[in-house]
């Protein structure tokens, strides 16, 4: 057990931009792509996330100082730090349930993926560190590592489910054809979304208000376009900064850039990815009758590229600083973690069928929610952050927007709250209701591809 533990943290230590090519090739190799085109597809992939990193550190190079010149202008105090991402997963990992996790993960792919109640390949096993940080805060709430793992489990089991039915939105909005995105903190939006977007469609008048990218570059030609409103939008940050000209032109240029590559690299990848995902299509339709259409499952930072997902995004950092100053209650200061936000908003775009409006109504909801979330979760945040040995006693209150402000892994720690048995009976009974409906689904689907297909062969 302990070289077992030994072979995955050494796995998770080399890192996504090496070992996403390595397990594309061999995925490629193995589902009979051919030798050449799998190292080619491996190799694209990897370079096209190696694009998406360099431009996506744009914004923390250059957003993040923008930002913190605002709280300073303003003379914001607010006591608890968002420490970011990266902080987040090294305490996720760190954690007992961490050491675990990426086996464990995985063992409950395969299960779903047998048992027909999943139509995604997960491969971006990286990312299973949003279910460890559940985990690990459950862990610290109950003193039970079991229940740290079961929660783990039951939080990746409903996000599969979420990745599968939000994966038809990502194809026809996010145009990337054969890909889902089971990702712990993106997927945990999508039914706020999902509920918010019908309130809206009840509300006369305020149902048909909708701007997009396309109306914009209809209406105002260039001026609509990504670059210039990218341009603009960092202008606009950079003003509020109290940055002098050639700050803010420096940062209007560096977020025109951003809306420009990051489709750019995403497109990139997508090149390297479709043929992994056609000939994973085809080997489970050749071997496996009974089902449907099988999906890729990556980390959602290939969505982020959308330009709509990326413009309302910078239209709510400095609202995110904004709402964490006027709400009564809130402690926790966006920071860090500014950056991650267009990742908030990859799953909501499908959602709300690219509407522009929709989707700045639900980013000042989510974001609210967030920012409470986040304060609540601080002490075992910080906690977790202690046991971890990530930072010193007495060294302040820690908390992060991702996963930090994540509502699905609030409502499974809480729920803890209220005795073991409901706390692991309630959630664990969720995820087999979403299991099974998502099980009937597949099922439906699956017949109805054989009976499309028999049609064509009659003809």
């Excluded at 010149?69 to 914001?76: A, E, I, K, P, S």
């Excluded at 005795?419 to 209701?433: D, E």
Aim: aromatic share 8%; with cysteine.
């Amino acid at each position: 057990m302990y070289y077992v533990l030994a072979f995955f943290d050494e796995i998770r230590g080399i890192g996504a931009t090496i070992m996403m090519p390595i397990i594309i090739c061999i995925m490629g190799i193995l589902l009979k792509a051919g030798v050449g085109k799998s190292i080619r597809a491996g190799l694209t992939v990897g370079i096209g996330f190696i694009g998406l990193f360099l431009v996506i550190g744009l914004i923390g190079t250059y957003l993040g100082p923008a930002v913190k010149q605002m709280v300073t202008n303003f003379g914001l105090q607010l006591d608890v730090v968002d420490v970011g991402w990266p902080s987040a997963a090294a305490i996720a990992f760190a954690s007992n349930v961490g050491m675990i996790i990426i086996p464990v993960g995985m063992v409950v792919n395969v299960v779903m993926l047998i048992t027909n109640t999943t139509q995604t390949i997960d491969i971006d096993i990286w990312d299973y560190w949003h279910f460890a940080f559940t985990g690990a805060l459950v862990a610290i709430l109950t003193g039970s590592q079991l229940f740290g793992v079961a929660a783990a489990v039951i939080n990746m089991v409903i996000i599969m489910v979420l990745g599968d039915w939000t994966a038809s939105g990502v194809e026809k909005t996010l145009d990337l054809p054969g890909v889902s995105l089971p990702h712990g903190f993106t997927a945990a939006y999508a039914p706020i979304a999902m509920v918010l977007n019908k309130l809206i469609d009840m509300i006369p008048r305020v149902n048909r208000i909708n701007f997009n990218l396309e109306t914009l570059q209809r209406r105002f030609g260039v001026f609509g376009e990504p670059i210039l409103v990218g341009t603009v939008l960092g202008a606009v940050i950079g003003i509020v900064a109290g940055y002098g000209y050639k700050g803010v032109m420096n940062l209007a240029i560096q977020m025109g850039a951003v809306l420009v590559l990051i489709p750019k690299m995403a497109a990139l990848l997508m090149e390297g990815l479709l043929p992994i995902s056609d000939a994973a299509s085809s080997f489970i339709r050749d071997r496996f009758k009974n089902r449907g259409k099988i999906y890729i499952g990556l980390d959602s930072a290939i969505g982020v590229g959308h330009p709509l997902t990326l413009s309302v995004s910078l239209i709510l950092v400095p609202i995110a600083v904004f709402l964490a100053v006027i709400l009564p209650g809130n402690h926790v200061l966006p920071f860090a973690d500014l950056a991650v936000i267009p990742w908030m908003f990859v799953l909501i775009i499908p959602v709300v069928n690219g509407n522009g409006f929709r989707a700045l109504v639900i980013g000042v909801v989510v974001l609210t929610v967030g920012l409470y979330i986040a304060t609540n979760l601080s002490p075992l945040i910080t906690t977790a952050a202690l046991n971890a040995q990530y930072i010193k006693q007495g060294s302040g209150a820690i908390s992060s927007i991702c996963d930090g402000a994540n509502p699905l892994t609030w409502v499974l720690v809480r729920v803890y709250e209220m005795g073991p048995v409901v706390g692991l009976g309630v959630p664990a009974a969720v995820a087999v209701v979403m299991a099974v409906f998502n099980r009937k689904k597949i099922l439906r689907e699956a017949a109805e591809m054989r009976a499309a297909a028999s049609l064509v062969e009659a003809e």
